[in-house]
């Protein structure tokens, strides 16, 4: 079992930053990503960035790129994302995941575990 548990969210305005937070424990060695995702109201959960267990490898949803860095901390057992340049349509609540699957890692399908997420509100 892996408990995930996300800070950092908040309202901004656009152009603004946020750094996201997610504090994990229990088994995470059995996970191979680590990922963020995000759900506006009456959309699918989409996959925004994810990092390889061990961070050699980022992926980012197209609409991030250049925005958004993921990252983490071994040590803390922490995974962050940074955002940046924040517009409305990042509006969403973001959730922290991680991945007992390796095949496809922004899909929601590959994730057997989830925060509860942390709201984010970017106003124009």
């Known amino acids: 079992q892996v408990q995930l548990v996300e800070s950092g969210g908040g309202s901004v305005q656009a152009g603004g930053s946020l750094r996201l937070s997610c504090a994990a424990s229990?088994?995470?060695?059995?996970?191979?990503?680590m990922g963020w995702f995000r759900q506006a109201p009456g959309k699918e959960r989409e996959g925004v960035a994810a990092i390889a267990t061990g961070g050699r490898s980022t992926y980012y949803a197209d609409s991030v790129k250049g925005r958004f860095t993921i990252s983490q901390d071994n040590a803390k057992n922490t995974l962050y994302l940074q955002m940046n340049s924040l517009k409305p349509e990042d509006t969403a609540m973001y959730y922290c995941?991680?991945?007992?699957?390796?095949?496809?890692?922004?899909?929601?399908?590959?994730?057997?575990?989830w925060g509860q997420g942390t709201q984010v509100t970017v106003s124009s």
């Open positions: 229990g088994y995470t060695a059995s996970t191979y990503f």
């Open positions: 995941a991680a991945a007992t699957n390796y095949r496809f890692p922004l899909s929601r399908f590959e994730y057997s575990y």
